[in-house]
């Protein structure tokens, strides 16, 4: 069974980084689909990047491209979120998300319903 956690969230203020790390385990780092969602109080929780497992391919929402960064470790089995320029809009608890594929897609999915395993959530605050 897929497990994955989450660190690195926290407060920041307005203009300041984050980089957030999801550690896979319980499964081989091979033929996953890798996402960050984002939920913020009162909203959906919302596709902010995805990438595969070992190949790469990242793939962002519209509005996250610029700002967000994800990449891997494939020796450590860990996805990370590099998140710059942050703004009091990107406050969120923000979750790591894996599926595994049987076909490759060219990119990995955005919608969360495509998403089987979930994190606890990280939350991330931030103050103007």
């Known amino acids: 069974q897929v497990q994955l956690v989450e660190s690195g969230g926290g407060s920041v203020q307005a203009g300041g980084s984050l980089t957030l790390s999801c550690a896979v385990s319980?499964?081989?780092?091979?033929?996953?689909?890798m996402g960050w969602f984002r939920q913020a109080p009162g909203k959906e929780r919302e596709g902010v990047a995805s990438?595969?497992?070992?190949?790469?391919?990242?793939n962002y929402a519209d509005s996250m491209q610029g700002q967000f960064t994800i990449s891997q470790d494939n020796a450590k089995n860990t996805v990370y979120l590099q998140m710059d320029n942050l703004k009091p809009e990107d406050t969120a608890t923000y979750y790591c998300?894996?599926?595994?594929?049987?076909?490759?897609?060219?990119?990995?999915?955005?919608?969360?319903?495509?998403?089987?395993?979930w994190g606890q959530g990280t939350q991330v605050t931030v103050s103007s």
């Open positions: 998300a894996a599926v595994e594929y049987s076909v490759r897609p060219a990119r990995c999915s955005l919608r969360r319903e495509n998403y089987n395993s």
């Open positions: 990438i595969l497992s070992v190949i790469g391919n990242p």
């Open positions: 319980g499964t081989s780092y091979w033929r996953l689909c």
